[in-house]
């Protein structure tokens, strides 16, 4: 079977590194990487259409290739990279309308693959530990991002609603993590004093980013139709990354997160919303078991190793050595006549 | 499973931990004022360092309720255990209704202003048990909306009291405890002492029912004195959206000290397990089953209580 895909959103990093491994695979006959501006990373054998998903061109592009495979990664999660919030939110949720309106019309389209975010959960205090994807969230997101991909899966509902011939797969996905995926969260540990929510602390959870791709790719090659939540396994704490990242913390009174978050917002840091916020405060879990067993997906990274590999990648500075921590452990240990467990585990594998 | 799903530390937490509890056991076999006037041991010295960098390193594990044993068993249940020993001379009864393994459900009475009950159980199951086991309570959200109180309870292995996370922590084992009374049980005045209130919903029941593990009633007298709540100050309350602003013997005329508890005699007493695996599948949707077996429950700390309070003689000692 000849199989032409369009790959939505590959002017950003996950988007053309998903079209440069989709035209890699031989199964597939054309890969077609649709965005408003030209892709700024190789984009491999795929071929780049300058269409705007806002407005019904995207029809042309689906019946002039004859796509039968949509993968939608068109949806922004910082107003960074779409200069401002109100295009951000058009292209988020203008775009998808047009683009699911498209493949509507199209017949030849036969499977839709949403990249979605675990961000329609929301976040707080009422919230189960783990959320499975039947779980009605408790406190809906209201702003940004998390209220576009609310919004975006919406659409992906009514569409296939329209349209039960074709294969949905919407996958939510934990914070993506990676060399260069800009995402909200790689932003904020970018960040030279990490803001934390005083007398909080949140659950955290990852995905690498490639094997946030490989779910994607996976989906696009074989039918899984459905909702799935796409995290790394185990957690951690907010408090444990920063220190692990050997950031340092300012603690913010919870009132006054949304004024620092503002700051942060107009600085051009990071982006801070009120949604965000809430996640930095609560966290949030993803219960993966339909990923493991109905899909047949296990990430290669756990959580605590997204992040490992993440600092790692990123060349992050750590602010405490851990080697300098280390002997200064073994300082105070030998002024006080001891040894250090490091010493005698050291000793226990030597002899 | 929270220890499955651990990839590659898992042996060395593992012994880790197995550290941690020989490090508690050591000091509550001795006086733990004895513990600390001598001289640390070098031992002790090299676990506090390696301890002290594992948290500044962030080198620790926590499951996905942000349970975090290594803080929890080093700090957490330290700093509560000479409250428990000195100041309530907690006497523990039937501890060996708590099965070594497997999940069951813990359901206590709750009482004294401030939950101090549950911790102490807590406490009272980890170093009472022979298996060290650890209580993961389900708290109201309140508790995890309040800062700091919020962050140390999901530290210390507890988790909204919903029905979704009471499934997961018993179908995986877990030992279980639930304070159905919820604020009516602490919130109550000092006049209704050792009165029972509603048990909320029976959402409890129909967990265990469901994981079919059996079901623990557990009677705590002692802690209805801790802070005799003389008067409920509603528009304070009303102000911090707090259930109810107590008014005690000490609080708040003495300030900070009025915030120090009565040093009662306190007695938790295990129950016999009740056991729930004899019921026909689907028993947890049989919601006046679920009543019936909730009130049984209820009946049987009630009377608990009764006959610990004939036998505890005076408040104080």
């Not at chain 1, 990354?241 to 990071?270: D, H």
């Not at chain 2, 004895?34 to 301890?51: H, K, N, Y």
């Not at chain 2, 909204?160 to 009374?181: I, K, T």
Request: aromatic share 8%.
């Amino acid at each position: 079977m000849s199989r032409v895909v369009v790959v939505t959103g590959v002017s950003r990093h996950l988007g053309s590194r998903m079209a440069r491994i989709l035209s890699r695979d031989a199964a597939i006959e054309r890969v077609i990487g649709v965005d408003v501006v030209p892709p700024r990373e190789d984009i491999g054998g795929a071929e780049f259409f300058r269409a705007d998903i806002r407005n019904p061109v995207i029809s042309k592009v689906l019946t002039s290739t004859g796509a039968d495979t949509v993968v939608h990664m068109g949806v922004i999660s910082t107003p960074v990279q779409a200069g401002g919030r109100s295009t951000m939110k058009e292209i988020n949720v203008i775009g998808s309308m047009q683009l699911f309106a498209a493949c509507q019309r199209v017949d030849t389209v036969t499977k839709l693959v949403v990249k979605s975010s675990s961000t329609v959960y929301g976040s707080g205090p009422k919230d189960p530990a783990l959320f499975t994807e039947d779980t009605e969230p408790r406190h809906p997101p209201t702003s940004g991002w998390a209220k576009d991909s609310v919004d975006v899966e919406g659409y992906v509902r009514a569409f296939s609603r329209r349209r039960p011939d074709v294969c949905v797969s919407t996958l939510r996905f934990a914070n993506f993590i990676g060399p260069k995926a800009d995402t909200p969260m790689a932003e904020y540990f970018s960040l030279p004093v990490v803001p934390t929510v005083l007398g909080h602390d949140a659950r955290l959870q990852f995905i690498y980013e490639d094997d946030g791709l490989e779910v994607i790719r996976q989906a696009t090659m074989a039918d899984h139709p459905g909702v799935f939540n796409v995290a790394g396994d185990d957690f951690l704490m907010l408090s444990q990354a920063t220190r692990q990242a050997g950031k340092a913390t300012v603690p913010v009174f919870e009132p006054l997160m949304g004024t620092v978050g503002s700051w942060v917002r107009r600085a051009g840091w990071a982006d801070f919303t009120a949604d965000q916020i809430r996640y930095l405060t609560y966290g949030r879990g993803l219960d993966t078991t339909r990923l493991k067993e109905k899909f047949g997906f296990t990430p290669r990274f756990n959580t605590p190793q997204a992040f490992e590999e993440f600092l790692r990648v990123r060349e992050l500075p750590y602010s405490l050595p851990k080697e300098r921590l280390e002997s200064l452990e073994r300082n105070i240990a030998h002024a006080l006549g001891s040894t250090t467990k490091l010493e005698d585990a050291q000793q226990i594998a030597g002899g | 499973m929270i220890v499955d799903a651990q990839v590659i530390p898992i042996d060395g937490d593992d012994a880790r931990n197995r550290r941690h509890l020989s490090a508690v056991d050591d000091m509550t076999a001795g006086d733990a004022a004895d513990v600390s006037l001598t001289q640390p041991s070098a031992g002790a010295i090299s676990e506090w360092l390696d301890f002290l960098r594992r948290r500044l390193t962030g080198d620790y594990t926590i499951d996905e309720f942000g349970y975090d044993s290594d803080l929890t068993n080093h700090v957490l249940l330290a700093s509560l255990r000479p409250l428990y020993e000195q100041w309530f001379r907690i006497e523990v009864r039937g501890i060996e209704n708590i099965p070594a393994e497997g999940g069951a459900l813990i359901v206590a009475n709750h009482s004294g202003t401030v939950a101090l009950d549950s911790l102490m159980t807590q406490l009272a199951v980890h170093d009472h048990h022979p298996a060290h086991r650890h209580l993961r309570m389900l708290g109201a959200n309140l508790v995890f909306s309040t800062p700091f109180l919020g962050e140390l309870a999901r530290k210390a292995g507890h988790t909204l009291a919903c029905n979704a996370d009471s499934d997961r922590l018993l179908s995986s084992g877990e030992l279980v405890g639930v304070w159905p009374e919820g604020f009516k049980g602490v919130g109550k005045p000092f006049s209704e002492r050792y009165k029972l209130q509603r048990f909320g919903r029976g959402g409890f029941v129909s967990s265990a029912l469901k994981a079919r593990v059996p079901v623990i009633p557990v009677a705590i007298v002692g802690a209805e004195e801790t802070y005799p709540m003389l008067g409920n100050f509603k528009p304070l309350a009303r102000l911090f959206n707090l259930p109810y602003f107590p008014i005690t013997p000490t609080f708040p005329w003495l300030g900070p000290l009025g915030m120090v508890p009565l040093p009662s005699k306190w007695i938790i007493e295990f129950g016999e397990p009740i056991p729930t695996d004899h019921y026909p599948d689907g028993s947890a949707d049989d919601a006046l089953l679920v009543f019936n077996l909730a009130d049984d429950v209820r009946d049987t700390i009630q009377q608990s209580i009764y006959r610990l309070l004939t036998e505890r003689g005076s408040v104080w000692q």
